[in-house]
Antibody, heavy 123, light 107 residues
Framework: EVQLVESGGGVVQPGQSLKLSCVAA????????IHWVRQAPGKGLEWVGR??????????VYAASVRGRFTMSRDDSQNTAYLQMNSLKSEDTAVYYC??????????????WGQGTQVTVSS | DIQMTQSPSSLSASVGDRVTIACRAS??????LNWYHQKSGKAPKVLIF???NLPSGVPSRFSGSGSGTDFSLTISSLQPEDFGIYYC?????????FGQGTRLEMK
């Protein structure tokens, strides 16, 4: 079964850091881009960023709202992706999902998604 | 950034109804448009990719159409498990962007 499982969420104070993990199973992890998407309480989906595999030199791209504060990485030997979040702000409070970037030719979509992990930034 | 706008923002419907949700992109995105369904407290799941393609396992009552800037998702006969929030998403360019969501509620 193709699946992703996030962990590492929690409650932190503004300015602190947190590192999320996303463990994958059931597909060739190293070939797949991994995306992070977040959802603030009662709000819609916001894309955070994407990291490609070794074949693309682990290229990353970030949303403007997190660029310079968040860093994506991956360990293909462990089928795991990471999201390091620094200088956290209250507006970063959200459920964070990781998702595999699926593709068929030039068409790309996100599937599957993990169950999500809650990050709360509060003093 | 490409802005995605869905309409309506919410709608009420009954089991068996035919429902259509629209999505408009702020610039042309060819057919790089995907639809997701999210139930309360759960992760989104893809319904349609590439504007009109159904992934394996998605019921045939779902269909998608459109190209360029205007797209639509249609549910031909609403089932109880179809209620929730629907999002469109463009994969034409980064940053990837989502519509604001359409909440589908039971009438």
């Amino acid at each position: 079964e193709v699946q992703l499982v996030e962990s590492g969420g929690g409650v932190v104070q503004p300015g602190q850091s947190l590192k999320l993990s996303c463990v994958a199973a059931g597909f060739t992890f190293g070939d797949s881009p991994i995306h992070w998407v977040r959802q603030a309480p009662g709000k819609g989906l916001e894309w955070v960023g994407r990291i490609k595999g070794e074949g693309y030199s682990y290229a990353t791209v970030y949303a403007a709202s997190v660029r310079g504060r968040f860093t994506m990485s991956r360990d293909d030997s462990q089928n795991t992706a990471y999201l390091q979040m620094n200088s956290l702000k209250s507006e970063d409070t959200a459920v964070y999902y990781c998702s595999r970037g699926a593709w068929y030719g030039p068409i790309k979509w996100l599937a599957p998604w993990g169950q999500g992990t809650q990050v709360t930034v509060s003093s | 950034d490409i802005q995605m706008t869905q309409s309506p923002s919410s709608l009420s419907a009954s089991v068996g109804d035919r429902v259509t949700i629209a999505c408009r992109a702020s610039q042309t995105i060819s057919n790089y448009l995907n639809w997701y369904h999210q139930k309360s407290g759960k992760a989104p799941k893809v319904l349609i990719f590439g504007s009109s393609n159904l992934p394996s396992g998605v019921p045939s009552r779902f269909s998608g159409s459109g190209s360029g800037t205007d797209f639509s998702l249609t549910i031909s006969s609403l089932q109880p498990e179809d209620f929730g929030i629907y999002y469109c998403q463009q994969s034409y360019s980064t940053p990837i962007t989502f519509g604001q969501g359409t909440r589908l509620e039971m009438k």
